[in-house]
């Protein structure tokens, strides 16, 4: 193979990877670039994309959802056979083996970070389950996330507090790449805050128990510096006060919202501050009912 087309084959590889494993939608998938490679090579290149997504390390470890996997595996199957004869035992073996496993009510994500590290998610199989959304990662939690580890800065060695943190993506990417002195969790429902334990700890982050707000500023802690002090608490964002958010002397407070089609929502204003004088990024998504 030239290395040019080593280059590509590597970058498609790495796309199928990233996109696999943090379970993105399939028409998201560089299908036409597999389509175009396929013609021109054997099936060495369909069994190293089963190696880096299905038989992923991550994956076997933390398995994401069933009916997940299976469309994938259908669609991989029908590029295979569009472009080649003769079957590839390995890929209708593997579908074989999860046609016969149950969806189970959880399952995982993983997030491929910069730096070699990822962050790996359980959620709920359900969009909408126990009355909330919170158990799930949506896009907006994703973008603004990517932007964090785009702008390091703006977290390092600072007190961030986190309104809204679902299951956990934006605030676990900012721990692990960004450095921040201290972390604060926060939602709103029972379960997700769970949840969010559970992902904080599977992500191998120390959590103290929780609270309303630090018990000492977190300057003074005794962690490692390298471990920012985690903490998880309900807020409910909808109603919650200044005095309860300046309890917690945030230099930074995030949230990561979905907007539905048809709601009026007023746009965030970029500059509002916190009663330290920090900033308040804030990232929306649209979901269409």
Same mark, same amino acid.
């Given at each position: 193979?030239?290395?040019?087309?080593?280059?590509?084959?590597?970058?498609?590889?790495?796309?199928?990877?990233?996109?696999?494993?943090?379970?993105?939608?399939?028409? /998201?998938?560089?299908?036409?670039?597999?389509?175009?490679?396929?013609?021109? /090579?054997?099936?060495?290149?369909?069994? &190293? %994309?089963?190696?880096?997504?299905?038989?992923?390390?991550?994956?076997?470890?933390?398995? #994401?959802?069933?009916?997940?996997?299976?469309?994938?595996?259908?669609?991989? %199957?029908?590029?295979?056979?569009?472009? @080649?004869?003769?079957?590839?035992?390995?890929?209708?073996?593997?579908?074989?083996?999860?046609?016969?496993?149950?969806? #189970?009510?959880?399952? @995982?994500?993983?997030?491929?970070?910069?730096?070699? &590290?990822? *962050?790996?998610?359980?959620?709920?199989?359900?969009?909408?389950? +126990?009355?909330?959304?919170?158990?799930?990662? !949506? $896009?907006?939690?994703?973008?603004?996330?990517? !932007?964090?580890?785009? $702008?390091?800065?703006?977290?390092? @060695?600072?007190?961030?507090?986190?309104?809204?943190?679902?299951?956990?993506?934006?605030?676990?990417?900012?721990?692990?790449?960004? +450095?921040?002195?201290?972390?604060?969790?926060?939602?709103?429902?029972?379960?997700?805050?769970?949840?969010?334990?559970?992902?904080?700890?599977?992500?191998?982050?120390?959590?103290?128990? &929780?609270?309303?707000? #630090?018990?000492?500023?977190?300057? +003074?802690?005794?962690? $490692?510096?390298?471990?920012?002090?985690?903490?998880?608490?309900?807020?409910? !964002?909808?109603? *919650?006060?200044?005095?309860?958010?300046?309890?917690?002397?945030?230099?930074?407070?995030?949230?990561?919202?979905?907007?539905? %089609?048809?709601?009026?929502?007023?746009?965030?204003? =970029?500059?509002?501050?916190? =009663?330290?004088?920090?900033?308040? #990024?804030?990232?929306?998504? *649209?979901?269409?009912?």
């Amino acid at each position: 193979m030239a290395p040019e087309e080593s280059v590509e084959a590597s970058r498609l590889l790495q796309s199928f990877e990233r996109r696999f494993l943090a379970a993105r939608a399939l028409r /998201s998938f560089p299908w036409q670039s597999l389509e175009e490679k396929l013609r021109d /090579s054997g099936s060495e290149l369909l069994l &190293d %994309i089963l190696q880096k997504t299905v038989k992923h390390p991550l994956c076997v470890k933390h398995p #994401p959802s069933v009916k997940y996997v299976r469309c994938f595996l259908s669609e991989l %199957i029908r590029k295979h056979e569009a472009a @080649h004869e003769e079957p590839l035992d390995e890929l209708y073996e593997a579908l074989a083996e999860i046609l016969t496993a149950e969806e #189970p009510t959880q399952c @995982h994500r993983s997030y491929l970070l910069p730096s070699g &590290d990822s *962050v790996t998610l359980s959620e709920s199989s359900a969009i909408i389950s +126990h009355g909330t959304t919170g158990l799930v990662t !949506w $896009n907006a939690a994703l973008y603004l996330a990517e !932007w964090a580890i785009e $702008n390091p800065a703006a977290f390092t @060695h600072r007190t961030v507090l986190e309104l809204g943190s679902g299951a956990g993506l934006t605030g676990l990417a900012i721990c692990k790449m960004c +450095h921040p002195r201290a972390y604060v969790f926060s939602d709103c429902h029972s379960l997700v805050l769970e949840q969010l334990r559970g992902n904080i700890l599977l992500n191998g982050l120390l959590l103290e128990s &929780d609270a309303t707000a #630090p018990a000492q500023h977190p300057g +003074h802690n005794t962690h $490692n510096a390298e471990s920012p002090r985690v903490t998880v608490a309900q807020l409910d !964002w909808d109603i *919650v006060t200044a005095p309860q958010l300046a309890a917690f002397q945030p230099d930074v407070v995030i949230a990561a919202a979905l907007r539905s %089609i048809g709601t009026q929502w007023p746009e965030p204003e =970029p500059k509002q501050h916190t =009663p330290r004088g920090g900033t308040i #990024p804030v990232s929306l998504a *649209v979901r269409q009912e």
